[in-house]
């Protein structure tokens, strides 16, 4: 009964919070991308290969990566200020102008002559007149062939710091695409810590050392386990007080799908929340929601606790989302936790 009071507490504060978020201002800095899909039926093999022949029906866009966290936190009601670059072509300008459409403001996206926008293209196929119950057949990258100059990442790192001032949280969206080394992720760190702001850190794990000193990393539930078979360690909750300690990190926060999120800190029991979804349809984003929730419970002064929550019941919302290009809004999250409340309402009875 106790963990139900507790529980029902956190999600009566969750709700005070998306209610009243006001203009919260969180500055975001990292990689972003295009996420293409391209559905269609796939009802024959090609006739010179093995290969489903892919009839395609309908296209979708969407601003993917440090974009895509930006949507959501402006979908919650919070000013963003996202610094990052894309290519001066197509996709570099459907992000600008995708994100321009949902009120983000689009003047510290620097776009880098003779650089291709990072793009993921996905191709979903299904039986026509069978079940709709279409499958990822292939996803095909297309990125930057050079390295981002030094000039482009500083240019781009210091007009982060200079938003921290009057910001509410800082997030380092890390996709190894060049917008962050550890130069300058160490730098922004260090002064949001010395403006007493959080920092969330999504990294690469090939780039942990540039998370450094972050108050909250996040991780999948295969990266971690990829890591504690490197150190030997008997489980997941050594390999990440091992992290926590090396890295100087106040708390891991490692998403599993549908198994829930899992938060990580110093000396401290293991704090698990299942995932509670009715139904996993796809989970395309949940980094993304993940640290979007995050951003904006710590961004508003909630406890860890709290913004593990309201990351698990983001995660919740993308795994049950229809389309793999949806972000968490503020309604979204509401009517979830509204779902939640009711739910434990109901188990006490």
Not at 172 to 200: E, F, H, M, R
Not at 225 to 232: A, I, T, V
Request: glycine share 8%; charged share 25%; aromatic share 4%.
């Amino acid at each position: 009964m106790g963990d139900d009071a507790d529980r029902t507490s956190v999600l009566s504060r969750l709700k005070e919070m998306l209610d009243s978020m006001g203009e919260s201002k969180v500055t975001l800095i990292g990689d972003v991308m295009l996420d293409r899909f391209h559905h269609g039926y796939a009802n024959n093999l090609d006739s010179t290969a093995p290969v489903p022949v892919l009839k395609i029906m309908r296209t979708e866009e969407t601003p993917g990566a440090a974009a895509h966290i930006a949507m959501g936190l402006r979908s919650l009601g919070m000013q963003v200020s996202l610094h990052c670059c894309v290519g001066d072509d197509r996709e570099g300008r459907t992000i600008i102008s995708k994100l321009a459409e949902h009120g983000i403001s689009t003047g510290n996206i620097q776009s880098v002559a003779d650089r291709n926008t990072l793009t993921k293209i996905r191709f979903y196929g299904s039986r026509e007149s069978l079940l709709d119950e279409s499958q990822i057949l292939l996803q095909a990258d297309r990125g930057p062939r050079e390295s981002l100059s030094e000039d482009v990442r500083k240019s781009i790192s210091e007009g982060a710091i200079a938003e921290i001032s009057d910001s509410n949280a800082v997030v380092l969206s890390d996709y190894d695409k060049g917008v962050l080394d550890t130069q300058a992720s160490l730098k922004l760190i260090s002064y949001a810590k010395k403006a007493g702001l959080p920092v969330i850190a999504d990294p690469k794990l090939t780039g942990l050392d540039r998370s450094e000193g972050a108050d909250v990393v996040l991780f999948e539930n295969r990266g971690l386990n990829l890591l504690s078979r490197r150190q030997g360690t008997p489980d997941q909750a050594s390999a990440a007080a091992n992290l926590i300690s090396q890295y100087n990190w106040g708390a891991l926060v490692v998403l599993r799908g549908t198994e829930g999120v899992t938060l990580y800190r110093d000396s401290e029991d293991p704090f698990h929340i299942p995932c509670l979804s009715p139904s996993a349809v796809q989970q395309i984003g949940l980094h993304d929601a993940a640290a979007t929730a995050l951003a904006a419970a710590l961004g508003n002064g909630l406890s860890i606790i709290d913004a593990t929550t309201l990351a698990a019941a983001a995660c919740d919302c993308i795994l049950a989302a229809e389309a793999s290009r949806e972000f968490v809004d503020r309604e979204t999250l509401r009517l979830w936790i509204d779902e939640l409340s009711w739910q434990l309402r109901i188990s006490d009875r």
